[in-house]
């Protein structure tokens, strides 16, 4: 669906915009795992600016391929985020229902600022409204793996966004 190219160029791009937006200020990037490891490897490499990183770890309950809404938290963050410029580094907001419990939870933490980048959308998905700062590329309705996106922990290592084709032959 997105080849490796055009996700590098697409990342760069993001790391330009979050430089410019963010210069001044030394962010805390919030990278959700595990689906985000590599587009925070790639993001990270383009933001020019002092930043630091850390990551939560959450897991969905439900099948593989939908999203309950119901998020179990397996690993919180190691530093405080009060008073903190966080910017929640996503692989994909299908229904919003993963974005929204997160951004509840930090918010209960008093940051300064909180925005996300994600790196997809599946925006005919959406069940709940939640704002959505940075967007990498909006992708129709299919179950994609590759680029840190699983299907039952596999693919993640394809260098590029790929749809499965059928989920019961994999
Ligand atoms: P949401 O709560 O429905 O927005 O789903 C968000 C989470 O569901 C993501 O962080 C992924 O872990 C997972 N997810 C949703 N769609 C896909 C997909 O097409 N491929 C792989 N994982 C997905
Ligand atoms: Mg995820």
Redo the contacts with the bound molecule.
């Keep these: 669906m997105i080849p490796g190219s055009r996700i590098e160029a697409r990342v760069k791009e993001l790391g330009e915009e979050i430089s410019s937006d963010y210069r001044g200020q030394v962010p805390i990037l919030v990278s ?1 795992l595990k ?2 490891f590599l587009f925070l490897a790639d993001l990270a490499r383009n933001i020019n600016i002092l930043h630091e990183i850390d990551f939560l770890s ?1 897991s ?1 309950y439900g099948l593989s ?5 119901v ?1 179990r938290l397996l690993k919180d963050l190691s530093t405080s985020i009060e008073g903190r410029d966080v910017l929640v580094v ?12 997160i951004r509840n939870n930090l918010l209960t933490r008093n940051p300064s600022s909180l925005r996300i980048v994600t790196l ?1 959308e ?1 925006r005919e ?3 709940v409204d939640v704002p959505l700062d940075y967007v990498g590329f909006v ?1 129709p309705d ?4 590759g680029y840190g ?3 039952e922990e596999r693919y993640r290592n394809l260098p590029y966004i790929g ?2 084709e059928d989920k019961d032959e994999v």
């Design positions: 959700i689906g985000s959450i969905s391929t939908q999203s309950s809404g998020v996503e692989d994909i907001v299908d229904t919003g229902l993963t974005w929204r419990y997809l599946k998905r959406r069940q992708i299919r179950f994609v793996v996106l699983d299907y749809a499965l």
